[in-house]
């Protein structure tokens, strides 16, 4: 986020968005909370090759972090563990099923929206191989869900709202919420596309699964931007020097 | 200071709202059995499909241990899971405070100063 980017950068991202044009046929996966073996193989390819682009970003931002914001590193370990705490609580809904958050919001708000894709499908792996949780297959739509679309509309949202001067926290509680919730409409979509139904085809059925996914995670969208609100008033009391390093605290004090 | 303070009201304020969401629903819905709604997807998928889906992979692990993991060892991940994070969560803010409590008065700590032992993280 702090200077411009390199030439080599530029031509890193640049050939591996070339490259998953033409790599359909790449054996990646993609999509949170999509179980395993639930999309069609082809989809599955098409994800993981959507995803690409933005982690091989996200790769860059974080070896630009390294270098430049060293002292930062430490908000984004704390950032990548927050999604690991967060997405790990089953946290019981109104509807009387259980569901997770992201705690994707935090990182995109803090970090801008790519290096949150690096933390969000290391989080993914874990509960894919591990938990059996989501899965390998559908690791690129899980990606895309979770660590990539969700992030960039918290972002923009966030970005948004710092335009039109609304309270900060507001802000980052907006955004680290319906980020969550907007994850959960790109699933709904994912799994629309993969499974559309006969009488009303693709909308028909992502209306169904959005009535599965959307009330279950309202409640828990909000507990996640409640969360998001209180750790970022904890780095700002503790953390200051690296937040403003970061470009998130522009003014002094 | 007195920000902080402040602060410190709104903290638990939150925290208690983000618990009582949690909880709430747990006493609203007596005796529903609060299984995951990744499951619940997969039951909408069989509606719309109008079979029972037969997923064309099974997880790695799975195929490995040859049947699904011990519920209690799933836990065990999950703890692990939040373990991880919380450790790492835990470090940093006890790094960034003790900083702030052992500074001396007056100065403020700068990035590349503090980058080496961020660094070692």
């Given at each position: 986020?702090?200077?411009?980017?390199t030439?080599?950068?530029?031509?890193?991202?640049g050939?591996?968005?070339?490259?998953?044009?033409?790599?359909?046929?790449?054996?990646?996966?993609?999509?949170?909370?999509?179980?395993?073996?639930?999309?069609?193989?082809?989809?599955?390819a098409?994800w993981?090759?959507?995803?690409?682009?933005?982690l091989?970003a996200?790769?860059v931002g974080?070896?630009?972090?390294?270098?430049?914001?060293?002292?930062a590193?430490i908000l984004?370990a704390?950032?990548?563990?927050f999604?690991f705490?967060?997405s790990s609580?089953?946290?019981?809904?109104?509807?009387?099923?259980?569901s997770?958050?992201t705690?994707?919001?935090?990182?995109?708000?803090?970090?801008?929206?790519?290096?949150v894709s690096?933390?969000g499908?290391?989080?993914?792996?874990f509960?894919?191989i591990?938990?059996?949780?989501?899965?390998?297959?559908?690791?690129?739509?899980?990606t895309?869900?979770?660590?990539?679309?969700?992030p960039?509309?918290?972002?923009?949202l966030?970005?948004?709202?710092?335009?039109l001067?609304?309270?900060?926290?507001?802000?980052?509680?907006?955004?680290?919420?319906?980020?969550d919730?907007?994850?959960?409409c790109?699933?709904?979509?994912?799994?629309?596309a993969a499974?559309?139904?006969e009488a009303g085809?693709?909308?028909a059925?992502a209306?169904?699964?959005?009535?599965?996914?959307?009330?279950?995670q309202l409640?828990?969208?909000?507990?996640?931007g409640?969360?998001?609100?209180?750790?970022?008033?904890?780095m700002?009391?503790?953390?200051?020097p690296?937040?403003?390093?970061i470009?998130?605290?522009?003014e002094?004090? | 200071?007195e920000?902080?303070?402040?602060?410190?009201?709104?903290?638990i304020a939150?925290?208690?709202?983000a618990?009582?969401?949690?909880?709430?629903?747990?006493?609203?819905?007596?005796?529903?059995?609060?299984g995951?709604s990744?499951?619940a997807?997969?039951?909408?998928v069989?509606?719309?499909t109008?079979?029972e889906y037969?997923?064309?992979?099974?997880p790695?692990?799975?195929?490995?241990?040859?049947?699904?993991?011990p519920?209690?060892?799933?836990?065990?991940?999950?703890?692990?899971?939040?373990?991880?994070?919380?450790?790492i969560?835990?470090?940093?803010?006890?790094?960034?405070?003790?900083?702030?409590?052992y500074?001396?008065?007056?100065?403020?700590p700068r990035?590349?100063?503090?980058?080496?032992?961020?660094?070692?993280v």
């Amino acid at each position: 986020m702090a200077k411009k980017w390199t030439k080599n950068e530029r031509r890193f991202v640049g050939v591996i968005t070339v490259l998953s044009l033409f790599l359909a046929a790449a054996p990646a996966a993609s999509a949170m909370h999509i179980m395993e073996g639930y999309l069609p193989a082809g989809q599955c390819a098409v994800w993981g090759v959507v995803c690409l682009p933005f982690l091989a970003a996200g790769l860059v931002g974080i070896r630009r972090t390294v270098k430049n914001q060293r002292k930062a590193l430490i908000l984004l370990a704390m950032s990548g563990a927050f999604i690991f705490v967060i997405s790990s609580l089953k946290i019981p809904s109104v509807t009387g099923s259980c569901s997770h958050m992201t705690g994707t919001g935090l990182a995109a708000i803090l970090f801008g929206p790519f290096q949150v894709s690096v933390l969000g499908i290391i989080v993914l792996l874990f509960q894919a191989i591990l938990l059996a949780h989501g899965g390998i297959t559908s690791l690129g739509a899980n990606t895309f869900s979770m660590a990539i679309a969700g992030p960039i509309f918290a972002w923009a949202l966030y970005m948004l709202c710092k335009k039109l001067k609304v309270n900060r926290k507001v802000s980052i509680f907006l955004a680290a919420c319906l980020g969550d919730l907007f994850t959960y409409c790109v699933t709904s979509l994912q799994l629309a596309a993969a499974y559309p139904s006969e009488a009303g085809g693709f909308f028909a059925s992502a209306v169904k699964f959005l009535g599965v996914f959307a009330p279950t995670q309202l409640p828990l969208a909000i507990i996640e931007g409640i969360l998001t609100v209180v750790i970022i008033i904890g780095m700002e009391t503790y953390a200051k020097p690296e937040l403003r390093d970061i470009g998130f605290l522009e003014e002094v004090g | 200071m007195e920000k902080k303070k402040s602060n410190k009201g709104l903290i638990i304020a939150l925290l208690a709202l983000a618990v009582l969401i949690a909880v709430v629903p747990l006493f609203a819905q007596r005796g529903a059995d609060f299984g995951g709604s990744d499951d619940a997807g997969s039951q909408m998928v069989s509606e719309i499909t109008g079979t029972e889906y037969e997923p064309w992979f099974t997880p790695v692990l799975e195929t490995m241990l040859g049947g699904e993991l011990p519920g209690e060892v799933e836990s065990l991940l999950f703890c692990v899971q939040t373990g991880i994070g919380v450790g790492i969560i835990a470090f940093g803010f006890g790094y960034l405070v003790a900083r702030r409590k052992y500074q001396k008065p007056g100065e403020t700590p700068r990035a590349d100063r503090a980058a080496g032992k961020a660094g070692a993280v």
